[in-house]
């Protein structure tokens, strides 16, 4: 089974395609004050798999970049999985161009390794559209495939990477489900969360803090802190055997 690639779509593919008729637009709802994005944060998360140490991700707000005469932040993402986790050989790097104003991707990118296969996702975004490409190879002598296609997309659609720092810049209502479009494997899908409940859990670089459990509709959680750092500090897979990422290290912004 595929535990790393599976991870990623439940670690920053945020819920499922089902929707809750008393769901709140989450791209209409209010952004929270002040903006929690901070140039230079890194954060590196430890991954285990059955309580098993598997990988490791890390996530770097760059820098700030001026595109199209607007300002946009250059975000990079990379995991991996262990050199002694036999099991599985994975390594994936991301990156999305992320406009803190808008909240919304402008350019997002995506190279994956999972074992022998190799593939790089592109998608640009500009005036309602996603101008999509995908590039893969199956086995390292295997002929090249791709696939490139228009996508149309509705304000404030996110790709696999931004979606984390918009749901950090949103208000949320304890109890309330959410939705929002989502770009992830060459379609946009229609999102949906719960804000579950307040839990204070125990953190090795924060200590005690109180965090919002966020669930999907697949059953997988969330945990963001309850305060202006709104930091992800723990992801569950439910669905995965296992699968918990902990965040582990914080670098501070400039």
Known sequence: MHYAKGLILTLFWIGGIVLNANATSLVETKNVSPN??????KLT?????????????????????????EDIYHIQSQMQTRALF????????SETHFNPATLSPVRFQNRLKDRGYRATVTANFQDGQAEYE?????KPKSP???????????PGTQDELSIIYFLRSKQLALGRTYFFPLLATGKVHKV???VERREFIKNKVLGHVKTLVLRTSEG??????????????????????GIIATLTEIESAN
């Open 144 to 154: 090249q495939k791709r696939e490139t296609k228009t996508l149309e997309v509705p």
């Open 36 to 41: 929690p994005l901070k140039i230079g944060e």
């Open 134 to 138: 995908k590039v893969s190879r199956p």
């Open 86 to 93: 036999r099991l599985y050989s994975f390594r994936n790097q």
């Open 192 to 194: 949906t969360l719960t």
């Open 45 to 69: 998360y430890s991954i285990t798999w059955k309580k098993v140490p598997a990988g490791k991700r890390t996530d770097w707000i760059v820098k700030q970049e001026s595109v199209n005469g």
């Open 220 to 241: 997988d959680r969330f945990w963001i802190t309850d305060d202006e750092r709104r930091l992800p500090v723990k992801i569950q897979a439910s669905k995965l055997g």
